[in-house]
Protein backbone atom coordinates (compact mmCIF):
# COMPACT_ATOMS: atom_id res chain seq x y z
CA UNK A 1 0.00 0.00 0.00
CA UNK A 2 1.14 3.69 -0.45
CA UNK A 3 3.11 4.92 2.38
CA UNK A 4 4.98 8.06 3.03
CA UNK A 5 6.84 8.77 5.82
CA UNK A 6 8.76 12.04 6.72
CA UNK A 7 11.69 13.02 8.67
CA UNK A 8 14.44 15.25 9.89
CA UNK A 9 11.74 17.42 11.55
CA UNK A 10 13.38 19.42 14.49
CA UNK A 11 13.80 22.35 16.85
CA UNK A 12 16.49 25.10 14.98
CA UNK A 13 17.09 28.73 15.80
CA UNK A 14 15.24 31.32 13.79
CA UNK A 15 17.54 32.19 10.73
CA UNK A 16 18.53 29.13 10.70
CA UNK A 17 18.15 25.64 8.00
CA UNK A 18 16.50 22.23 7.88
CA UNK A 19 16.56 19.65 5.94
CA UNK A 20 13.05 17.11 5.55
CA UNK A 21 12.86 14.25 3.93
CA UNK A 22 10.29 11.73 2.59
CA UNK A 23 10.49 8.46 2.08
CA UNK A 24 7.85 6.68 -0.28
CA UNK A 25 7.08 3.03 -0.79
CA UNK A 26 3.92 1.07 -2.63
CA UNK A 27 3.53 2.80 -5.98
CA UNK A 28 5.41 3.73 -9.07
CA UNK A 29 7.06 6.80 -7.26
CA UNK A 30 8.66 8.69 -10.60
CA UNK A 31 5.09 8.36 -11.94
CA UNK A 32 3.07 11.19 -9.62
CA UNK A 33 3.37 14.87 -8.85
CA UNK A 34 3.89 15.76 -4.96
CA UNK A 35 3.46 18.24 -2.37
CA UNK A 36 4.57 19.69 1.19
CA UNK A 37 1.46 20.98 3.21
CA UNK A 38 1.98 22.32 6.80
CA UNK A 39 -0.08 23.11 9.70
CA UNK A 40 0.80 25.05 12.44
CA UNK A 41 -0.17 24.01 15.95
CA UNK A 42 -3.97 23.97 16.35
CA UNK A 43 -4.40 25.70 13.05
CA UNK A 44 -5.65 25.04 9.58
CA UNK A 45 -3.53 23.08 6.72
CA UNK A 46 -1.16 25.37 3.94
CA UNK A 47 0.11 24.12 0.89
CA UNK A 48 3.13 25.03 0.48
CA UNK A 49 5.09 23.24 -2.69
CA UNK A 50 4.49 21.20 -5.84
CA UNK A 51 7.08 19.17 -7.81
CA UNK A 52 6.12 17.65 -11.03
CA UNK A 53 6.65 13.77 -11.38
CA UNK A 54 10.54 14.41 -13.14
CA UNK A 55 11.33 16.98 -10.66
CA UNK A 56 11.79 19.55 -13.64
CA UNK A 57 9.13 21.89 -12.73
CA UNK A 58 8.28 23.30 -8.59
CA UNK A 59 5.81 25.49 -7.42
CA UNK A 60 5.80 27.34 -4.04
CA UNK A 61 3.62 29.22 -1.81
CA UNK A 62 4.28 33.00 -1.51
CA UNK A 63 4.99 32.69 2.17
CA UNK A 64 8.40 30.06 1.55
CA UNK A 65 9.61 31.04 -1.77
CA UNK A 66 13.44 31.98 -1.97
CA UNK A 67 13.83 30.41 1.28
CA UNK A 68 12.43 26.67 0.63
CA UNK A 69 13.82 24.40 -2.07
CA UNK A 70 11.90 21.33 -3.10
CA UNK A 71 13.47 18.29 -4.91
CA UNK A 72 12.96 14.75 -5.95
CA UNK A 73 15.34 11.81 -6.20
CA UNK A 74 13.22 9.17 -8.23
CA UNK A 75 15.96 6.49 -7.75
CA UNK A 76 15.61 6.83 -4.13
CA UNK A 77 12.13 7.25 -4.15
CA UNK A 78 12.50 10.30 -1.81
CA UNK A 79 11.58 13.68 -1.35
CA UNK A 80 13.75 16.59 0.35
CA UNK A 81 12.50 20.27 1.53
CA UNK A 82 15.47 22.67 1.97
CA UNK A 83 14.11 24.83 4.41
CA UNK A 84 16.26 28.33 4.90
CA UNK A 85 16.21 31.29 6.97
CA UNK A 86 13.82 29.56 9.48
CA UNK A 87 11.21 31.82 11.05
CA UNK A 88 8.94 31.49 14.38
CA UNK A 89 5.81 31.22 11.68
CA UNK A 90 7.55 28.12 10.19
CA UNK A 91 6.83 26.24 13.08
CA UNK A 92 4.27 23.41 12.00
CA UNK A 93 4.14 19.75 11.15
CA UNK A 94 5.05 19.00 7.36
CA UNK A 95 3.08 16.73 5.73
CA UNK A 96 4.26 15.30 2.73
CA UNK A 97 1.33 14.11 -0.23
CA UNK A 98 0.94 12.57 -3.72
CA UNK A 99 -0.73 15.01 -5.91
CA UNK A 100 -2.08 13.40 -8.87
CA UNK A 101 -4.03 16.42 -9.81
CA UNK A 102 -4.51 18.98 -7.48
CA UNK A 103 -5.41 17.62 -4.46
CA UNK A 104 -3.90 15.60 -1.79
CA UNK A 105 -4.56 11.90 -2.37
CA UNK A 106 -1.94 10.27 0.32
CA UNK A 107 -0.28 11.76 3.23
CA UNK A 108 2.67 11.01 5.68
CA UNK A 109 1.83 11.33 9.20
CA UNK A 110 3.86 14.70 9.33
CA UNK A 111 7.24 15.07 10.95
CA UNK A 112 7.09 18.61 13.26
CA UNK A 113 9.54 21.81 13.19
CA UNK A 114 10.08 24.16 16.09
CA UNK A 115 11.36 27.37 15.14
CA UNK A 116 12.31 29.07 18.54
CA UNK A 117 15.56 30.79 19.90
CA UNK B 1 -5.50 34.06 -4.03
CA UNK B 2 -8.65 32.37 -3.63
CA UNK B 3 -10.27 32.25 -0.32
CA UNK B 4 -12.02 29.40 0.86
CA UNK B 5 -14.35 29.75 3.17
CA UNK B 6 -16.08 26.68 5.49
CA UNK B 7 -19.32 26.88 7.31
CA UNK B 8 -19.97 26.87 9.98
CA UNK B 9 -17.00 26.68 12.29
CA UNK B 10 -18.36 24.15 14.73
CA UNK B 11 -21.30 21.74 13.76
CA UNK B 12 -22.68 19.57 16.53
CA UNK B 13 -24.68 16.67 15.71
CA UNK B 14 -26.41 13.44 16.98
CA UNK B 15 -25.27 9.88 15.75
CA UNK B 16 -27.17 8.74 13.02
CA UNK B 17 -28.53 12.41 11.78
CA UNK B 18 -27.37 13.91 8.87
CA UNK B 19 -24.39 16.79 9.04
CA UNK B 20 -24.14 19.32 6.16
CA UNK B 21 -20.89 21.13 6.05
CA UNK B 22 -20.56 24.37 3.67
CA UNK B 23 -17.28 25.35 1.58
CA UNK B 24 -17.61 28.98 -0.87
CA UNK B 25 -14.66 29.83 -2.89
CA UNK B 26 -13.98 33.86 -3.16
CA UNK B 27 -14.33 33.30 -7.15
CA UNK B 28 -15.23 30.46 -8.98
CA UNK B 29 -12.86 26.85 -8.71
CA UNK B 30 -15.28 25.04 -11.14
CA UNK B 31 -15.19 21.32 -9.77
CA UNK B 32 -11.73 21.48 -8.61
CA UNK B 33 -12.96 20.77 -4.92
CA UNK B 34 -11.50 18.46 -2.74
CA UNK B 35 -12.87 17.55 1.28
CA UNK B 36 -10.58 16.20 3.74
CA UNK B 37 -11.09 14.87 7.09
CA UNK B 38 -8.39 15.24 10.19
CA UNK B 39 -8.58 13.52 13.86
CA UNK B 40 -6.53 14.87 16.41
CA UNK B 41 -2.89 13.62 16.22
CA UNK B 42 -3.71 12.07 12.43
CA UNK B 43 -2.76 13.20 8.95
CA UNK B 44 -5.30 14.53 6.59
CA UNK B 45 -7.65 11.92 4.93
CA UNK B 46 -8.53 12.50 1.45
CA UNK B 47 -12.32 12.12 1.07
CA UNK B 48 -14.16 13.76 -1.62
CA UNK B 49 -12.22 15.39 -5.27
CA UNK B 50 -13.46 16.92 -8.38
CA UNK B 51 -16.49 18.34 -5.79
CA UNK B 52 -18.23 14.75 -6.13
CA UNK B 53 -16.20 12.01 -6.45
CA UNK B 54 -15.55 9.66 -3.38
CA UNK B 55 -11.95 8.44 -3.12
CA UNK B 56 -10.81 5.22 -2.45
CA UNK B 57 -12.26 3.61 0.12
CA UNK B 58 -14.88 6.36 1.49
CA UNK B 59 -18.00 5.41 2.50
CA UNK B 60 -21.13 6.26 1.03
CA UNK B 61 -22.55 7.94 3.61
CA UNK B 62 -19.98 10.58 2.08
CA UNK B 63 -21.11 12.77 -0.76
CA UNK B 64 -20.06 15.71 -2.08
CA UNK B 65 -21.76 18.36 -4.38
CA UNK B 66 -21.55 21.80 -5.93
CA UNK B 67 -19.62 23.98 -8.26
CA UNK B 68 -18.40 27.68 -8.70
CA UNK B 69 -17.92 28.79 -5.97
CA UNK B 70 -20.88 26.92 -3.48
CA UNK B 71 -20.07 23.16 -2.23
CA UNK B 72 -21.48 20.91 0.28
CA UNK B 73 -20.38 17.88 2.13
CA UNK B 74 -23.10 15.76 3.46
CA UNK B 75 -22.33 12.93 6.04
CA UNK B 76 -25.98 10.95 5.65
CA UNK B 77 -26.32 9.53 8.85
CA UNK B 78 -23.11 10.24 11.33
CA UNK B 79 -20.95 7.54 12.99
CA UNK B 80 -19.18 8.00 15.97
CA UNK B 81 -15.50 8.19 13.86
CA UNK B 82 -17.08 10.46 11.69
CA UNK B 83 -16.52 13.24 14.70
CA UNK B 84 -13.30 14.88 12.94
CA UNK B 85 -12.32 18.28 11.31
CA UNK B 86 -13.34 18.93 7.87
CA UNK B 87 -11.25 20.99 5.59
CA UNK B 88 -12.25 22.18 1.93
CA UNK B 89 -9.16 22.81 -0.56
CA UNK B 90 -9.57 24.37 -3.87
CA UNK B 91 -7.05 23.38 -6.57
CA UNK B 92 -8.25 25.60 -9.85
CA UNK B 93 -5.11 27.92 -10.02
CA UNK B 94 -2.21 27.22 -12.30
CA UNK B 95 0.63 27.63 -11.34
CA UNK B 96 -0.46 25.90 -8.04
CA UNK B 97 -1.81 27.95 -5.65
CA UNK B 98 -3.84 26.02 -3.61
CA UNK B 99 -6.31 26.73 -0.93
CA UNK B 100 -7.82 25.73 1.94
CA UNK B 101 -10.61 26.31 4.11
CA UNK B 102 -10.24 27.27 7.39
CA UNK B 103 -12.18 23.84 8.82
CA UNK B 104 -15.32 22.34 10.27
CA UNK B 105 -15.29 21.19 13.50
CA UNK B 106 -18.19 18.49 13.52
CA UNK B 107 -18.64 17.28 17.20
CA UNK B 108 -21.32 15.12 19.10
CA UNK B 109 -24.61 16.97 20.41
Known amino acids: QVQLVESGGGLVKPGGSLRLSCAAS????????MSWIRQAPGKGLEWISY????????YYADSVKGRFAFSRDNAKNSLYLQMNSLRAEDTAVYYC??????????WGQGTLVTVSS | EIVMTQSPATLSVSPGERATLSCRAS??????LAWYQQKPGQAPRLLIY???TRATGIPARFSGSGSGTEFTLTISSLQSEDFAVYYC???????????FGQGTKLEIK
Open chain 1, 51 to 58: ISSSGSTI
Open chain 2, 27 to 32: QSVSSN
Open chain 2, 50 to 52: GAS
Open chain 1, 97 to 106: ARSPGGYFQH
Open chain 1, 26 to 33: GFTFSDYY
Open chain 2, 89 to 99: QQYNNWPPKYT
